[in-house]
């Protein structure tokens, strides 16, 4: 009685589901399915460049990655791949906030370029938490080398190079915005980051060994308060600037929620594209095929309603499950 009573359970939550899902996108699924779509889903995804990055780090990967949650929510970051000279403005649904974004003459500060921003919050929110009094100090020192391996770069001279382009185009890109962070608002245009300065260069060639970055008092503010979120390791190994920004927003608002559903003209605005929406459903549909976002998948339904849900199958079946007692 016991196992019928659990299939009954199952066949319901398929069932709740299924009006908004495609059979192929049905998320009860059995631990053999399972381990193939991962197996899937890892060979879609950029391969893990330093196995063995422990053993020379030490404890330097002991903190959870961590991004801002202001950064999450609004578009800040291009998905262009090439340089974006124009300017973009954003505006809350209910017109409480808005930002506005302008590059300087190397373009707006991309996707990728965010990484080092993750890199540097993660470290300083686990400074904050371990109480150390350097984690007031808006600048922060790491070595290049370190940086490259955390993000899961390759270790070679063209890393080096956009690395220096990341530090123009982040220190370029200027904001304006009312959005508040740790409770103050900053009423001044300025840069993603305040400044970068190379402290130690190598004794062969011209690339960076150390460098400094300070943080706008803006991000900054966030950090302080605690305004972050953890995200998956896996972030850094999608190759598509908006699967990274889809990820974001899925773990800015579904979070650890079963579910969140958003309009596809809306999800647009939110990821800060600038294609048409034939275009954008075009890409969001080979992301949902690809389905390599991590602890979260998409469907996209009739209504161009994109639903994000968890891949926890056991979580999701209990979501579920509690949603249908509730009717």
Not at 253 to 268: D, K, N, V
């Given at each position: 009685?016991?196992?019928?009573?659990?299939?009954?359970?199952?066949?319901?939550?398929?069932?709740?589901?299924?009006?908004?899902?495609?059979?192929?996108?049905?998320?009860?699924?059995?631990?053999?399915?399972?381990?193939?779509?991962?197996?899937?889903?890892?060979?879609?995804?950029?391969?893990?460049?330093?196995?063995?990055?422990?053993?020379?780090?030490?404890?330097?990967?002991?903190?959870?990655?961590?991004?801002?949650?202001?950064?999450?929510?609004?578009?800040?970051?291009?998905?262009?791949?090439?340089?974006?000279?124009?300017?973009?403005?954003?505006?809350?649904?209910?017109?409480?906030?808005?930002?506005?974004?302008?590059?300087?003459?190397?373009?707006?500060?991309?996707?990728?370029?965010?990484?080092?921003?993750?890199?540097?919050?993660?470290?300083?929110?686990e400074a904050l938490n371990r109480g150390r009094a350097d984690a007031k100090n808006r600048t922060v020192?790491?070595?290049?080398?370190?940086?490259?391996?955390?993000?899961?770069?390759?270790?070679?001279?063209?890393?080096?190079?956009?690395?220096?382009?990341?530090?123009?185009?982040?220190?370029?890109?200027?904001?304006?915005?009312?959005?508040?962070?740790?409770?103050?608002?900053?009423?001044?245009?300025?840069?993603?980051?305040?400044?970068?300065?190379?402290?130690?260069?190598?004794?062969?060639?011209?690339?960076?060994?150390?460098?400094?970055?300070?943080?706008?008092?803006?991000?900054?503010?966030?950090?302080?308060?605690?305004?972050?979120?953890?995200?998956?390791?896996?972030?850094?190994?999608?190759?598509?600037?908006?699967?990274?920004?889809?990820?974001?927003?899925?773990?800015?608002?579904?979070?650890?929620?079963?579910?969140?559903?958003?309009?596809?003209?809306?999800?647009?605005?939110?990821?800060?594209?600038?294609?048409?929406?034939?275009?954008?459903?075009?890409?969001?549909?080979?992301?949902?095929?690809t389905d390599t976002l991590p602890n979260y998948r998409m469907i996209l339904d009739e209504s161009d309603?994109?639903?994000?849900?968890?891949?926890?199958?056991?979580?999701?079946?209990?979501?579920?499950?509690?949603?249908?007692?509730?009717?």
């Amino acid at each position: 009685m016991k196992k019928r009573s659990k299939e009954r359970q199952t066949e319901q939550a398929k069932l709740d589901f299924g009006s908004q899902a495609a059979p192929s996108c049905t998320p009860i699924v059995n631990d053999t399915d399972q381990q193939i779509r991962e197996k899937r889903e890892r060979s879609k995804l950029l391969p893990v460049r330093h196995t063995d990055r422990d053993f020379f780090l030490c404890d330097l990967f002991d903190y959870a990655l961590k991004d801002d949650g202001v950064s999450m929510e609004a578009p800040i970051f291009t998905l262009a791949t090439k340089p974006d000279l124009s300017e973009w403005h954003w505006e809350s649904k209910d017109k409480s906030r808005s930002l506005t974004v302008t590059p300087s003459i190397k373009g707006r500060a991309t996707q990728f370029d965010k990484d080092v921003l993750i890199y540097v919050v993660s470290q300083m929110t686990e400074a904050l938490n371990r109480g150390r009094a350097d984690a007031k100090n808006r600048t922060v020192r790491f070595t290049v080398y370190d940086y490259l391996i955390s993000t899961n770069k390759a270790i070679n001279g063209r890393s080096y190079e956009r690395l220096s382009d990341t530090f123009e185009r982040l220190r370029g890109t200027t904001l304006k915005t009312n959005i508040k962070t740790g409770g103050q608002r900053t009423r001044e245009i300025f840069g993603i980051i305040e400044r970068a300065k190379i402290v130690e260069k190598s004794p062969d060639d011209e690339r960076m060994v150390a460098v400094e970055v300070t943080l706008s008092e803006w991000l900054f503010n966030a950090v302080q308060a605690h305004e972050v979120l953890t995200i998956h390791s896996d972030y850094f190994r999608l190759r598509k600037p908006l699967e990274r920004r889809l990820y974001e927003l899925a773990r800015k608002h579904c979070g650890y929620q079963t579910m969140w559903s958003i309009s596809l003209e809306l999800l647009q605005e939110k990821a800060g594209s600038k294609c048409s929406l034939r275009e954008f459903r075009r890409m969001v549909r080979g992301i949902i095929q690809t389905d390599t976002l991590p602890n979260y998948r998409m469907i996209l339904d009739e209504s161009d309603k994109a639903i994000f849900y968890t891949k926890d199958v056991h979580r999701l079946s209990k979501g579920l499950t509690a949603k249908t007692a509730k009717k």
